[in-house]
C-alpha cells in the first residue's frame, strides 16, 4: 500500500462538542476504527478515512452529537467518470486486486416495482375490510399433484407434503458464517414465531438452532458446507444453490477469519481455513445432472421434503425455470439483480442478471405455456424492499417471495456494504464476538417479526383494497398491475397494461 | 366500441333459475315472470336463458345454438361443422318480433353427433374435441359465436331486458325441467349478444352476479388447461372452471363448489384430520380457481342446477322449495311471483352451495 | 414469645429486626443501660468535629421501635439473671420474665492501671457520654496525648485536630495499628499524619500521670520522655462487658462469652451477641450480623453464624484505609503490592497457598469488597493472581463461574 | 424481589446504562446538565465491566442478608423492608465507606455529592419504576425481572 492514498475520506464524522458527554460509547462501537479516545488527553477525535458512513456511532450517541457526511466529490463533477468509477480505480491502482463489495447492486439501473401501479375496487365490486373479514395469506410451497382425489391417504406415501407459510414472505439464505449466530438465530426465531421459513444458506444449521429446523429451508450449495443426512432430514424445505442474484455465474468464498471453532463444526470444515464455493456445483454440469441430485435428495430424505432449486435471474430465465420443473424440483426460486450478498466482485454484482419483475413474469408466462406451473411454487428473490414490492411479485406470478436486505436492515444494517469485510458494526455480518454480542436475538426475532406483521398487513390491506380475501387469487392475477413510463416491449414482458387502459 | 372479449366488463345483475326434480317439464312463462320482476337490477343491456330438457326428440345430439353477424361468418362455421359432424337437423332459431328488440344477429340451430374420425384426429375425448371446436368457432371465426353446445339444453339471450328476450325467443313455447334465466345490470353498453348470459360449454350453462376479483388468477389458470378465454367475463371463467373441476378432474360437484368458494384456512384447520386433509388439497391445487370478491350464480347442466355465494356472501341468494321445485334467485319476491305458497325459503351460507338434482327415476326416464 | 434484649446498640437492634422476621407478635424488651436510643459508636469522632450532629447519631429511627413494638428502657442496667427462674433482675429491682434472652452488652475501654491515673483525668473514646464529656476540654490550641494508635485511638486523633487540637500519639507497638498496617503501609500513614502536625510516638507507653498546677497534666512515658497535655485519651482496647453471666453455671467466660453456633450460651433461652462475645472482633460488622442471626434464632430459626474476619475501612483526615483480614502480614506469606508514594496509594494483597487471607488498601479503594468477597469464601487465585492489582480488577477478573453466580445473586 | 440481571452475552460494551443512570440520579434528569453543569459523569451506581470481548454491567444485588447494611456505622445504609431494595439515606451518611470493604460485588464505590460523601450504589431508581439503565439498555442486555433464588 502506498502510504500517501490519492483519494480523500469519503465521509467526514463531526462531533458537536456542545453535546458529546464523552461517554465514549462512538470509540468503544466503532468497528472500522474511525473513532478513538485518547485517554491520557480525555479527548475523542476520529480518523475519518477509516469511516464506512454505518452509522452505528450516530445511532449508539446518546445526546445525537454525531453526524457523518459524505464528503463532497473529490473531483470537478463528471457525469460519465463518476465518483464510484474514480474511487475504484484508484483503489486498483493501489492494491491491484479484484473489487469486492456486500449487499445488493447500488448502481440507479430501472426498478420496474417503481413503474406498476396496483387496483382497486370502486363501486361495482367492494373492497373488503381485513379488520372485519378474514384475510387470508397462507400460501403452501410444493408441488400440487392434480387432479384432486377423494381416496384419502391414498398417495400419502408418496406424496411430498407442501410447506404451508402464514405470509408469502421467507428469510432469504444468508449463511451461519457470513452472517453471526445472533443474525441467525434472529431469522430462526422470528420465522418460527411468524409461521414461515428462514433459509440457512449454505453454511449448514448449528446444532443448537435444530429447535428451528421445522422452519428452516436448508439449503445445498457447490461448496456442500454442512450438509449431511441429519440436516438435510431436519430442514423442512431442502433448495439446492445453482446462482445467486447478487453474483450469477461465480461461486462463494467466506474468508478463514470467519471461520471459528462453531463456524467450523458447522460447516464441517477446518477452523481458519477459507471456505470455497465453486462456481458450479462439480457434479452439475447440466440438467439431467441437476435431476439426479434433485432426485438424490429426494431419495435421501423418503421424499418428505419438496426440493428447491435457487438460480439468478439470468437472461433465459424461463427455459432454465422449465427445465428446473421439469427435472423434479418442486420450487423454483428466482434471485434477481438487485439481491444482496456478504461479498461479491464489484463488477458481477452491479453488472450481471436481470430485473426479478422480468424474470417473474417470464417464469411464470412461460411454466404456464408449458401448463406445468402447478407443478411448482415460484419464489422470486432479490430486492424486495416493501409489502408492495412484495404484491406486485405475486400478482406478476411468485408464490412468496424471499427477503434478504431488508430483513438486515430490521436487524439494524445500514447497507454501508462492508460485509466481506467482517467487521460489521451491528454485529450481523461479522464472528467478531465483541461485535456479534450486539444483536440480542430476542430483540432480533422480534424486529423481524414486527417487520412481517407490518408487511403482511399491508398486503392484507392491498388485497382488501383490489376485493380480494386470499392470496391466491391475486397470484399471477395480473390485471390488478398496470404499467407507468414502461415501453410497450416492457408491458407486453411483463404482461400487464398501461395505466389508463381499462379492465 | 369494444365489445366482449375486448376488455373486461363488469357488471350487476339479477339471476332466478329452477328446476322440477321429478322432471317434469313447464314452458318458459314463468321464468320469464320471475327474472322479469328484478328489472331493477338489469339496465336493458342484456337478458338470457338456458333451458333443460328442451330437445327430447335429439336428446343425443349437440344442439349447437350459434349467432352469426353476417353471411360470411355463418358460411365459416357451417364449413367447419360440416367438416367435424354429422348434422342430424338445422334451422333458424325460432324468434318473433318484439318492439323493444333490434339489430337482432342471425339466429342458428344444428342438432349433431361428431364425426369418430375427427376425434381420433384430435386425440382427445369426445367432450374435449367438441369443447375445443367451440373455442375455436368462439376465437377465430369473426361474427360468429356459440351460444350454447350441450345435449337436451339451449341458452337463448341477447340485448334487451330478459322479459323482452324470452318474448322474442319464444320460451313460452319449449318445455323444460329446468329454467335459469339472467338480467344484466353491464357498467357500459357493448350491446352484443353474446356478451349476454348465460354463457355455456357442453351442457353447462351459468348465469352469474357479481364482479370476480380473482379475475386474472383464474383466467390464467384455465388457460393452462387448453380453455381459450374470449369473452373476458367472470361468467365465462365459472364454465369453465366448472367444466374443468367436475368434467376433467372428476370432483363432485359439491367440492368444485368449495374451490370457486373456498372454506377459509380456519375454518379447515378446525376439521377433523381426513377432511382437513382433502380441503388442504383443495385449496392448494385449486386456489387459483377460488372466485374471489361478491358473486352469486347458477349453475344449469344435464340434471340439475347450482347456485352458489362468494364465501363473504357478498351478493344477494334466495332459495325456496315447494314439493319437487327448488327455485334460487337473486331476490325473494322473484320466487314467489311464480310461486306464491313456497314451503321453505332460506338464505345459503357463503360458499355453500344449494343443489338441486333430477330424481334417479326421472333421469331414467328422460334419458331413456 | 418475650424477649429481653440486654443492651441497645447495634447487636440488640439487629436482633430485633432478626425477631420480627419470624415473630411479628412476641414482646420485645430492650434493656438499655445508656440513656439513648442505638447509636453507632464510631459516628462519636464524627460528632465531635461536627460533621454528624445528635439528631443524625440514631442507627435506626426512634419509628423503628414503635414499629416494631419494642419497649425500650433507657438507663437501666440487668444486674441479675436467674437462669432458672427466667428472670433478669433491672438495677431498680424491677425483674423481667423472659423466654429469650440477648446478652449484647457489648464492652467498654480497657484502662490499664497507670500511677495517676484517674477516671477524672483521663477520656475514654467510646461512647457519646465520652465525646460530650471530651467535647468540653477540646478547644482549639489545646493539647491532647492519645494513648494507643489503633483505630480508635487514630479516629480520636482526626477529631481532634480537626477541632483545632495538637495532638501526640503514643503507640507500644513499633507502628501506628500494627494488628492492621503492614510496616510500609504504616510507614506512610505516619508520614500523612507527620505532615499533618501529629506527633506520633512509637515503642512507648505511659508510666504515670500527674495533674500539674495549671491544671495541665504531666505524663511520663516508659522511655522516660515527658509529655505536658491537657487532654489525655486513653485508646487501648475494649473489654466485654460478660458480668451478668459470670459465674453462671453452664457458661463459659473466655475474656467474652463463649457460644455456640448458633450463638446460644450455655443457659436455656440465653443469647449471646456483638463485642460481648467471645472471640468476636469488636467490629460494628460482627455486632450487626451476629444480632440479626441471633435474632432470628431466639425467634425460632436454625442459622449458623459463620465467623467473619475482621475488616476495617477507615478515613483519616481524608485518607481511606480498608483493611481485611491478615492485612498486616508479611514473613510467610506472598505478598503482592502496589505503591503509589506520591498518592499516598497502597495497597497490598496477602496470600497464603494460592488464597487471598489479607488486603489493605489506602486511597484506592474501589471494588474493595470483592477481595473481602475472596478472602472470606477461601478461593483460590491462581487462575487470576496477576490481574488482582490490575486497575480495571473487577468480577470479570474471576473465573467465569465465580462472577457468573455473583451476578446471579 | 425484583433485581436488575445482565445478561452478558448481549452486553455490547456501549456503557448507556452508566450515562442514562447518572442522568436518573442528577438533579436535573437531564444528559447536557447532569454532564456539563453537574459534572457527574463517571459516577454511575452501575459499573460495566470490561474483558473484552466480553463486558457486564455490575450493580448492586440488593442482597437479603446485606453485608453493607450489616457493616453501616450510621444507619444510613438500610434495606426498605417492603420493597427490599437496598439504599443509602444520604443526608446519615458519613462516608467511612464501610459498604465499599463490604460488598462482595464490589458494587459500592466512593462518591461525593455538593462535598458531602454519598456511596454510588444501584438503588434500583427508587421511585422511577423500571430503572434507568434497564429502560435505556439498547441490547436488553439488562434486564428487571423477579427470579426465584438459585434460577
Redesign the interface.
Known sequence: MPTLSLMPPEFSVLRDEN?C?????CA??CGFDAQKYDAEDDRLYTIDANCVNCQRCVS?C??GALTIYKNPPPMRPNAYWSEGHLRNIIKQAETGGVLLTGMGNDQPFPSYFDRLLLNA?QV???S?DPLR??M?L?T?LGS?????T?Q??QDEKTRTP?VPLETPIMFSAMSYGSISHEAFESLARAAKEFGTMFNTGEGGLPEDLYQYADHAVVQVASGRFGVHTGYLNAGRIIEIKIGQGAKPGIGGHLPGEKINAAVSATRMIPEGTDALSPAPHHDIYSIEDLKQLVFTLKEATRYQKPVSVKVSAVHNVAAIASGIARAGADIITVDGFRGGTGAAPTMIRDHVGIPIELAIAAVDQRL?EE?I??QVSLVAAGGFRSSADVVKAI?LGADAVYIGTAALIALGCHLCQKCYTGKCSW?IATQ????T????P??GAERLYNLLRGWSHEIKEMLGG?????I?????????LRGVGLNEVELKLLGVKHAG??? | MLREGD??I???CAISGFINKDGSRIDGSSIIQSIALMQERSNGLGGGFAAYGIYPEYKDYYALHLLFEDKISRNQVEELIKDNFYIEAEDRIPTRHVRAISKAPLLWRYFVTPRVSKIHESQETEENFMTQLVMRINAQVNGAYVVSSGKNMGAFKGVGYPEDIGEFFRLDEYQAYSWIAHGRFP?NTPGWWGGAHPFTLLDWSVVHN??V??????R??L???DYKITLQTDTEVIAYAVDLLVR?????LE?AARVLA?P???EIDRLPA?ER??Y?????????L?L???FSIIVGFSGGIMALND??K?RPLVAASKGNTLYVASEEAAIREICPEVEEVWYPRGGEPVIGRLEEEAQCRLSA | MNYVLIGNSVAAVNAVAGIREYDREGDITIVSAENYYAYGRPLISYWLEQRVHEKDLPYRPETFFAQNKVRVLLGRRAVRLDPEARQVFLDDGESLPYDRLLLATGGRPLVPPINGLTPENHYTFMTYDDVRRLEKAASPGREAVILGAGPTGLKAMESLVRRGVKVTLVELADRIWAPALDPGAADLVTGFLQDRGVNIYLNDTLEGVRQGDNGRLDLELKSGRRLAADILVVAIGVRPNVELLQDLPGVTINRGVAVGPDLSTGLPGVYAAGDVVAGNPPLLPHAAIQGKIAGRNMAGGRETYKPVLPYNALGILGLHIISIGLSAAGEGYEILREADPAARVYRMLVLQDNRLVGGLLINRIDRAGIYRYLIEEGIEVTSFKDRLLQPDFGLLSLPDNLWQQQLAK | MKKVYARP????????C???CIVAHSRSHD??RA??RENL?GTGRVIVEEK??LSVAVQCRHCTDPACVAGCISGAMVKDPATGIVYCQEDKCVGCWTCVASCPFGAIRPGEKNGRPLPLKCDLCREEGEPACVA?C????LVFEERRAGA
Not at chain 1, 467478531?432 to 461485535?435: A, G, L, R
Not at chain 2, 376479483?213 to 383464474?218: D, K, Q, R, T
Not at chain 2, 388442504?280 to 387459483?288: A, D, E, I, Q
Open positions: 453535546k458527554i464523552k461517554c465514549l460509547a468503544r462501537q449508539i446518546p445526546v375496487s361495482t365490486n367492494p373488503i373479514e378474514p387470508e397462507r403452501y400440487r399433484t392434480e387432479p384432486v377423494l384419502e391417504g407442501l404456464r401448463g406451473r402447478n400478482a454485529g467478531d464476538p465483541y461485535k454480542r450486539r444483536l440480542n430476542e430483540i383490489m376485493g380480494i380475501n386470499s391466491e387469487s391475486l397470484r399471477g392475477n395480473r390485471l390488478h387502459e381499462a379492465i | 376488455y373486461r363488469p357488471s350487476g357498467t357479481g364482479e376479483s380473482s379475475y386474472g388468477a383464474n390464467r389458470f388457460e393452462m388447461y376433467r378432474h372428476k370432483l363432485p367440492l373456498a377459509f384456512w380456519q381426513r386433509d382433502l388442504t388439497r383443495l385449496r392448494v391445487v385449486y386456489g387459483s377460488l374471489n370478491g361478491p364465501r363473504l357478498l | 452475552a448481549y452486553c455490547m460494551n456501549c456503557h448507556l452508566e450515562v442514562n444528559v447536557f454532564y456539563k459523569r473484552l470481548p435505556g439498547p441490547n436488553r442486555a
